[in-house]
């Protein structure tokens, strides 16, 4: 045997996101092998049977199961690892909140089988809770620059989940808290699986779960700031499944009293162009509305990039108009990819919240002005709306602000719902800026595995920035302390 070591050097790199890069590397032994665009080659029969052997799948079995807690997803390739004696999950939970897992699954048949999932009531020595452990499919959808892959990204509601032949499927698993008091909860998932006919039966599954919920509800003095720039598809319903994870708004002006209702902590009017009457038109309305200069800002145009004041001029014109109309009206500015020190630096006087670009996180092209005001910062997702890892990537942008270092709020991304037409076209996006993290249906909202990360990750997020808030600011120990007893 050889050992043979690559390195991948990327000539004038310079940062995601820019449509240059390595997209598929392939390393084979086989002389005669000829690419087939980006379609990854599948393994020999001989080779696939071996891998399920030694995970446990026989024909016998029918199929391999892996579980994992938190957000995850798998793609057509992935091959699991041997599957659990004693499958168990386990789950830790505030009041009022939810938690996701996955049950993975691949077939070891030429044929399709079907799984039928049953999670029981989530029981404690007082009571008993139905639908608290939910299940749905997880969809595939067309995926790569020549849709040739497949990707996870439908949440769907199913009475049963089919394992294509030799390939995989996958449970999303939701438990849910809402209403349920402090106590330690048990509960079995039962999986029947059968052929396509129902006549082959195989062995029955039992996954055991354990739930503790404690007695402590998310409820930060100050939640951070999460903003989506666009809006949810109409209706209440989707309204109300939107404001489980935004709470800045950019569209027509909610009443305070709505705000209230909705959990909106602020209100956004993007001012587009030198105009003195729509202004002062967009002011009286919000006081209209009953809003204070905590409800609201206002933003200027998007994405400034500018370096000198010329280039910056309508930014700067408007800026000083709105200042000079209400000083106490405060402005929040977005600079974009291309901006860089001189940027910041022209528009300090006129930004009360800064939401730069994440380049200037970690490129440092702002010179880090923003870090002197309040901030947040924005994303781009939708470039990869669909992407198999979307999911984490949400979650650990929104989990990550209280890391973020100075007076960080929030973090905003571009977009959660940005369909253009058809939301449900996922084949034929038009523009490449189509985002959908939700789609709209008869039966109501239909999730994708980034929908349920952003959800659970601002309810993370807020449940870290309560310990925080309680914590001494001299013992960063009393951190851990004041966790354990918020718990308990």
């Known amino acids: 045997q050889r050992e043979i070591n690559i390195a991948i050097l990327i000539n004038k790199y310079i940062n995601p996101r820019t449509y240059r890069g390595v997209y598929r590397l392939f390393i084979t032994n086989d002389g005669n092998y000829k690419p087939e665009g980006n379609i990854t080659p599948k393994p020999s029969l001989a080779r696939y049977e071996s891998q399920m052997q030694a995970a446990g799948g026989t024909k016998e079995t029918g199929y391999v199961m892996n579980l994992a807690a938190?957000?995850?997803?798998?793609?057509?390739?992935?091959?699991?690892?041997?599957?659990?004696?004693?499958?168990?999950?386990?789950?830790?939970?505030?009041?009022?909140?939810?938690q996701s897992a996955s049950l993975?699954?691949?077939?070891?048949?030429n044929e399709p089988l079907v799984l039928r999932i049953s999670p029981g009531s989530l029981k404690s020595e007082?009571?008993?809770?139905?639908?608290?452990?939910?299940?749905?499919?997880?969809?595939?959808?067309?995926?790569?620059?020549?849709?040739?892959?497949?990707?996870?990204?439908?949440?769907?509601?199913?009475?049963?989940?089919?394992i294509p032949p030799r390939s995989v499927a996958q449970a999303w698993l939701t438990f849910d808290s809402t209403g349920m008091p402090p106590a330690d909860y048990s509960s079995t998932i039962r999986i029947e699986a059968t052929d396509l006919s129902g006549k082959i039966l195989f062995p029955t599954r039992t996954i055991n779960t354990e739930v503790r919920v404690f007695g402590v509800r998310v409820e930060p003095r100050q939640p951070i700031l999460v903003h989506g720039w666009v809006n949810p598809p109409?209706?209440?319903?989707?309204?109300?499944?939107?404001?489980?994870?935004?709470?800045?708004?950019?569209?027509?002006?909610?009443?305070?009293?709505?705000?209230?209702k909705y959990g909106i902590k602020q209100q956004i009017w993007c001012q587009r162009g030198i105009n003195e009457k729509q202004i002062r038109s967009v002011i009286a309305e919000a006081k209209a509305k009953g809003l204070t200069h905590d409800d609201w800002m206002m933003s200027i145009n998007d994405e400034p990039t500018g370096k000198t004041a010329k280039e910056l001029a309508d930014y700067l014109a408007i800026g000083k108009m709105i200042r000079e109309i209400d000083p106490q009206l405060k402005i929040t500015l977005n600079p974009g990819e291309a901006a860089n020190a001189a940027t910041f630096q022209i528009l300090q006087p006129f930004a009360d919240l800064w939401n730069p670009y994440k380049l200037h996180l970690s490129y440092g092209p702002s010179g880090r002005d923003y870090l002197k005001k309040p901030w947040i910062w924005y994303t781009t997702p939708c470039?990869?709306?669909?992407?198999?890892?979307?999911?984490?990537?949400?979650?650990e942008q929104i989990r990550s602000v209280l890391r973020q270092p100075a007076d960080c709020r929030g973090t905003a991304f571009f977009a959660p719902y940005y369909p253009w037409r058809d939301p449900w076209d996922t084949a034929y996006e038009h523009i490449k800026d189509v985002s959908v993290f939700v789609l709209p249906s008869r039966h109501g909202p239909v999730a994708t595995p980034a929908w349920e990360a952003i959800r659970e990750s601002v309810q993370h997020a807020n449940l870290a920035r309560m310990v925080r808030e309680r914590a001494k600011p001299e013992d960063a120990t009393s951190i851990a302390k004041i966790y354990q007893k918020s718990l308990l």
């Open 126 to 162: 007082q009571q008993s809770f139905e639908n608290r452990i939910r299940w749905r499919a997880v969809g595939f959808a067309p995926y790569g620059d020549g849709r040739e892959e497949w990707t996870p990204f439908f949440l769907l509601r199913r009475p049963f989940l089919i």
């Open 70 to 98: 938190g957000i995850g997803s798998i793609s057509q390739t992935w091959m699991p690892a041997p599957e659990p004696a004693q499958p168990k999950l386990a789950m830790t939970m505030a009041q009022d909140t939810t």
């Open 104 to 109: 993975f699954f691949r077939n070891v048949l």
């Open 234 to 260: 109409p209706g209440e319903e989707y309204r109300t499944d939107w404001f489980k994870r935004f709470n800045v708004w950019q569209g027509p002006f909610f009443s305070k009293d709505e705000m209230a």
């Open 383 to 395: 470039y990869q709306d669909k992407s198999p890892g979307i999911a984490t990537e949400m979650y």
